[in-house]
């Protein structure tokens, strides 16, 4: 059995990083089995689906490098879904129900005052032909309720083991809208039967709903999907996650927080696991630690300080030609290797670089604290051309000439010649600053 997996998002809002994991969870599981990963999009909620939400969904996955072998939308198979509905409801397990939303809040509240679960009493089984009529006459049109057997629903979870649902304890789950539109509840189904999902990999907020599908996979004739249901991801504070709201969104993370792709991958496939987070620079190495066993029923919380340290790690890791399109986007054009081995120890993200670029190729104004000893430090300077040494052997004679030593050596030349107290090795940004630079900064002038 080939395994097929899918990500299925409605177009409804920005992802969010809880969205996002669960995307990311299914690709490593499909890519761990070499199986196929299909992008759906529920998009049958008309009024909120947005063509920039769809679009935004594929452009999160894309610079994640959570690329899909198939993809599918709902909205193109409505008649599918219609060909469905028409059968369960020749086969009796679809039935009209004709209570306002007003009357079913009424009854929904009613049980819960009396501790009763708030359980469809289908009340709309024990209505004759004329009683449909007349409601029909008064205007009222029909959702449909699927009938639910009331048998036990078990099935082995890959991340909660063991979950067995009474079927008597299960409400009948409205499928058809008034407006004859299909819910999710029935969409989901048609779709992971007719394109042969066999794992179906998704947040602790459908198990219920699973308990229900279940019934109708066996319903419509599909095969049942292993199912994993993932804890839900939260913030740093315990609280959830929505991406009508923004939060946490991935273009966010990408486009204000200037976030690496494989610092979220990294964090997201190892939260809520027994593996230590540490920095990988490719998909490949988070599908050959891959696991779904490892995933804990702990609730995992995203903390955005750990998202930047962890960013900061994999930006020290990188090599140039992974971040020169970044750099060039940033208006460095010319920025090289040498810059980037020489900077990016210093960085959390790669917009910062923008900072040591104007160290090293625009004028700075130095702070020359101690004019004698800088003095005494330009007329040791070395003849160019300098490399990863010249900054030893300069520093080394400054040392011999003054008696000079320690912080009382090095933070004036660092004040001076970056104007800053702090920042990457000196070895290395003293051949990018080059001499004429140097030797105007350590005079005390801007250059």
């Known amino acids: 059995m080939s395994v097929a997996v899918r990500f299925a998002p409605s177009p ?230 929505s991406k009508r709201l923004g939060s946490l969104s991935v273009a966010s993370l990408r486009e204000e927080e200037g976030i690496e792709p494989m610092a979220l991958a990294s964090l997201l496939a190892k939260l809520g696991t027994s593996d230590a987070i540490e920095p990988r620079l490719t998909l490949d190495e988070l599908v050959a630690e891959f696991d779904i066993a490892k995933v804990s029923r702990a609730t995992p919380k995203f903390d955005p300080e750990e998202l930047l340290r962890l960013n900061a790690r994999i930006l020290h890791l990188l090599p140039f030609e992974r971040v020169s399109g970044e750099l060039a986007a940033l208006g460095l054009d010319d920025a090289d290797a040498a810059f980037w081995e020489a900077v990016r120890p210093n960085l959390s993200r790669v917009a910062e670089a923008r900072d040591w670029w104007a160290v090293t190729h625009a004028p700075v104004a130095p702070a020359a604290d101690d004019p004698a000893f800088l003095a005494e430090a330009a007329a040791l300077l070395p003849d160019e051309p300098w490399d990863l040494s010249t900054w030893g052997t300069w520093t080394g004679a400054v040392k011999a000439k003054t008696g000079r030593k320690g912080k009382d050596l090095f933070l004036p030349l660092r004040r001076a010649l970056t104007g800053r107290d702090h920042g990457p090795e000196l070895k290395n940004l003293l051949p990018l600053i080059g001499r004429t630079r140097a030797q105007k900064r350590l005079a005390g002038e801007t250059a």
């Not at 999160?60 to 059968?87: C, M």
């Not at 929904?108 to 032909?129: K, T």
């Not at 959702?143 to 082995?156: D, G």
């Open 12 to 241: 409804t809002g920005l992802l969010h990083v809880g969205n996002v994991r669960l995307a990311l969870v299914n690709w490593l599981f499909a890519h761990k089995a070499g199986g196929n990963f299909l992008l759906r999009l529920d998009d049958t909620d008309e009024e909120r689906s947005k063509p920039e939400y769809a679009e935004g969904i594929e452009r999160d996955l894309t610079w994640l490098g959570l690329t899909w072998d198939r993809f599918a939308r709902e909205s193109d198979r409505y008649g599918r879904y219609d060909a469905v509905a028409a059968a369960l409801k020749a086969s009796g397990r679809l039935y009209p129900c004709y209570e306002t939303p007003e009357e079913l809040n009424l009854k929904r509240a009613s049980l819960v005052s009396q501790g009763r679960p708030p359980i469809y009493d289908r009340a709309a089984l024990r209505l004759s032909d004329a009683d449909r009529a007349r409601l029909e006459s008064e205007g009222r049109k029909p959702h449909w309720r699927f009938k639910l057997e009331h048998k036990p629903v078990e099935w082995t979870d890959l991340v909660r083991g063991p979950v067995h649902f009474e079927g008597s304890a299960l409400s009948d789950p409205v499928l058809i809208r008034e407006d004859g539109r299909p819910l999710y509840t029935l969409t989901s189904v048609v779709d992971d039967a007719d394109l042969a999902i066999t794992h179906v990999i998704r947040g602790e907020d459908h198990v219920a709903n699973t308990a229900v599908q279940i019934q109708i996979f066996e319903a419509v004739g599909g095969a049942i999907p292993v199912f994993a249901h993932l804890p839900l991801l939260t913030d740093a504070t315990g609280q959830g996650l």
